[in-house]
């Protein structure tokens, strides 16, 4: 069984890795090229190609598939099959109908919710009561193609993306596995349409909390966005990232500082902050960050004045 894989992400790792653990006979593994990262904007690797150039494995690193030449190069693998697990690039009719079998992807929601870049912050943010994940026969459709396997886990409203995010990687390659050891027996499942809702990738603004909202709301979002990018406020010109925080009682005008140990008003209820990560420090507790800053009671948050 030939297989080109197509990934980018940590979130593919433990697919290829597993893949080549069960020696299927992976001829080249496509991700996007080098990115420009960090504060010297220096070209880095994505996750997937350094794992897999550490692994002695072909890597393709196209920019687009509408170059005739690349798409040789793929012909020119005859794979069986595509397995594509987080690679950020939208794939062509063209590409999907290379191997001779057809093409395979992993997905990280319980389709046909989450179609999209972001299901694992998008459940999160949600407080959705499950999730899973989900091996699919791809079609030009993003995430729309008939379902081969699903496995479904249930969520208790602790998780982060991080740690959902390692979960959900490595229940995807398990999965990934036993599709591909029954591929004649997996019985093809279409998505219902009506229960259909989107991730889409996640913006700069996004990550920025909005205390008009309830406290609920920002707490599962700060969660959704641990360990990154982090949610983040404002406070007398400088950003705060927050990895956890905690509902509490508390009214005021939304975004005011209700005490010094950082409880924040919100829409409904309030946030108690607990680990904070101020601009060119380490994450640390809010007790420990208080020992050597103080938030005033009354002052607002997210305001360009104090």
């Not at 894989?5 to 893949?19: D, K, N, V």
Request: hydrophobic share 40%; charged share 25%; aromatic share 10%.
């Amino acid at each position: 069984m030939k297989i080109v894989f197509m990934g980018s992400s940590t979130f593919a790792i433990p697919s290829l890795r597993i893949l080549k653990q069960a020696q299927f006979d992976v001829k080249a593994v496509y991700t996007q090229p080098p990115r420009k990262a960090g504060r010297g904007k220096r070209y880095k690797e994505v996750p997937l190609a350094e794992f897999a150039f550490s692994q002695d494995l072909k890597v393709e690193q196209p920019n687009t598939f509408n170059d005739p030449d690349v798409l040789a190069v793929l012909k020119s693998y005859n794979p069986d099959f595509l397995v594509v697990v987080a690679y950020g690039l939208i794939l062509p009719r063209k590409v999907l109908e290379i191997p001779k079998e057809f093409s395979i992807n992993v997905h990280g929601s319980f389709l046909p919710f989450w179609r999209g870049a972001a299901p694992i912050n998008h459940v999160i943010f949600n407080r959705d009561l499950y999730t899973g994940v989900s091996i699919i026969k791809m079609s030009e459709e993003l995430d729309a193609g008939p379902i081969l396997r699903q496995e479904k886990i249930m969520l208790d409203h602790t998780e982060t993306f991080g740690s959902l995010h390692q979960v959900l990687s490595e229940l995807g390659a398990k999965n990934l596995l036993k599709t591909l050891y029954n591929i004649n027996a997996n019985e093809e499942i279409l998505q219902n349409e009506r229960f259909v809702s989107y991730a889409p990738k996640i913006k700069k603004s996004d990550a920025k909390l909005d205390f008009n909202s309830q406290a609920s709301a920002l707490e599962a979002r700060i969660r959704g966005l641990a360990p990154t990018p982090g949610a983040w406020f404002e406070y007398k010109k400088e950003r705060f990232k927050v990895f956890s925080a905690e509902v509490v009682e508390g009214n005021g005008k939304a975004g005011s500082i209700i005490n010094e140990n950082l409880t924040i008003a919100c829409g409904k209820k309030a946030l108690n902050i607990l680990e904070i990560q101020r601009q060119g420090k380490d994450v640390m507790s809010v007790s420990d960050l208080l020992r050597g800053f103080k938030f005033e009671k009354g002052d607002n948050v997210n305001q360009s004045t104090h």
